[in-house]
């Protein structure tokens, strides 16, 4: 019985566990807003990407 109240009481890993389980939910949030944010992201690259071609091939024109 003193063994088993010696492992109730030790708390040697708890700590390591708690941060591993945390790590676990920033990445999980990060997936998920990634997931979210990937299209728009795609999108405003593409137009970016456009825009610079379209200056390089036109030149830039004053307003």
Known sequence: MHNLSSLYRDQ??????EYMLIIGV????????????????KEG???????IKDTLSQGFKSK
């Open 45 to 51: 690259v593409q137009t970016m990407a456009k825009n």
């Open 26 to 41: 920033i990445v999980a949030a990060i997936l998920a807003a990634a997931y979210v944010f990937i299209d728009p992201f």
């Open 12 to 17: 040697r890993g708890q700590t390591t566990t």
